[in-house]
């Protein structure tokens, strides 16, 4: 009896040892295989980024999809918005180039951020504008990045300009006797090309690597402008890395010059509160209060989209913010930074009438 019990364990803990043996082997075989899967599917888009086979070569862009006539709608809203914003801009150009009267570091820094504008509105508007009317709605992959660069390159410009044009004015309100001599023109000038030249040299390396990853399909950005958000989206792999540099590098680009602004104004108008003129103050307030409402939109729709580019907002949502600091905000700021301003009116009125007497003659 002894006996036939000993057996009994025995066979049985020799069940259980090839029970864990086959249970083993078949887990380290599933191990195995999902690793011999994902080393295959890795090699397979590695030659597929490096051998250009069956990668993307154009997009779409599917800008706002709606019936025919909302689409001939919109491309009209959207020519009058863009000739207004062109009109606006460029008589301010026109204006602090003609009239020496202006040839001040403030209306150097205006003139300087009109022609931005004019150069970021174009980065997007006549592609929009021809999607609006086309079939098709592609863009090239070359097409694509090169309107990505400019795009930002514009857009982080303004970011540098803006702070100068706070800074002008701390100096202006805050130094007045010491203006003159620190915001020199040949000053002005330098800031305003180191504002542009940094601006252009922000972004080649992330979007250098972006081109990069592996496009093989869909190719369709829900959106009017190739943004990384999208972009990253249709890429075969996961770039976490990637994200977290253009994140990095947008949120340190927006919040740094946000708070410088933020502070320059807070010391104007600390400063302004000691006028002793209410119409002074009054000025101040609202040239000060004009300004702040730009920067606002614009900064606020930047975070918005920038600071996390695929954060999950949905893609109606991205183009309304979008469309607000691409194309409302160029179109509102002559109305806001110059053409309210006496001396900027000034000048309109006097190339006018120049205008008129050349013509009579």
């Not at 570091?105 to 009109?114: D, E, G, Q, R, T």
């Not at 863009?139 to 540098?160: H, K, R, W």
Request: hydrophobic letters at 45%.
């Amino acid at each position: 009896m002894t006996d036939k019990v000993a057996m009994r364990n025995k066979a049985g803990k020799k069940l259980q040892l090839f029970l864990f043996l086959a249970t083993f082997g078949s887990a380290t075989e599933q191990i195995v295989r999902r690793q011999n899967d994902k080393m295959i599917e890795h090699s397979r888009l590695e030659t597929m980024n490096m051998s250009g086979v069956n990668t993307v070569t154009e997009f779409i862009l599917l800008s706002f999809p709606c019936s025919r006539e909302v689409q001939v709608l919109l491309f009209m809203l959207f020519s009058v918005s863009y000739i207004l914003t062109l009109v606006g801009n460029g008589a301010i150009v026109c204006v602090v180039r003609l009239d020496h009267r202006i040839h001040t570091p403030m209306y150097i820094l205006l003139a300087n951020f009109s022609f931005l504008e004019i150069c970021y509105i174009n980065t997007t508007v006549p592609n929009m504008l021809k999607n609006f009317l086309s079939e098709t709605k592609t863009i090239s992959f070359t097409a694509c990045f090169l309107q990505f660069y400019f795009f930002f390159s514009m857009g982080t410009t303004e970011t540098f300009l803006l702070p100068l044009m706070a800074f002008d004015r701390y100096l202006a309100i805050c130094r007045p006797l010491h203006y003159p001599t620190i915001m020199s023109i040949p000053l002005c000038m330098n800031l305003v090309a180191l504002c542009w030249v940094t601006g252009f040299l922000c972004y080649p390396v992330p979007i250098y690597f972006i081109t990069q990853l592996p496009f093989c399909g869909p190719n369709t950005i829900d959106h009017f402008v190739c943004d990384p958000g999208p972009l990253l989206a249709l890429s075969c792999i996961p770039a976490p890395g990637i994200e977290l540099s253009c994140s990095i590098l947008s949120s340190l680009i927006i919040f740094i010059t946000f708070f410088f602004i933020l502070g320059s104004y807070t010391l104007v108008l600390r400063a302004v509160l000691h006028v002793p003129s209410a119409a002074g103050r009054r000025k101040a307030f609202s040239t000060c209060g004009s300004h702040l409402a730009v920067v606002s939109l614009f900064y606020g729709t930047l975070m918005v989209m920038y600071i996390s580019p695929t954060s999950g907002n949905p893609a109606g949502i991205q183009k309304i913010v979008t469309l607000l600091y691409s194309s409302v905000t160029p179109l509102v700021n002559p109305l806001i930074y110059s053409l309210r301003n006496t001396d900027m009116k000034a000048a309109l009125r006097k190339i006018q009438m120049c205008t008129k007497i050349s013509q009579s003659e």
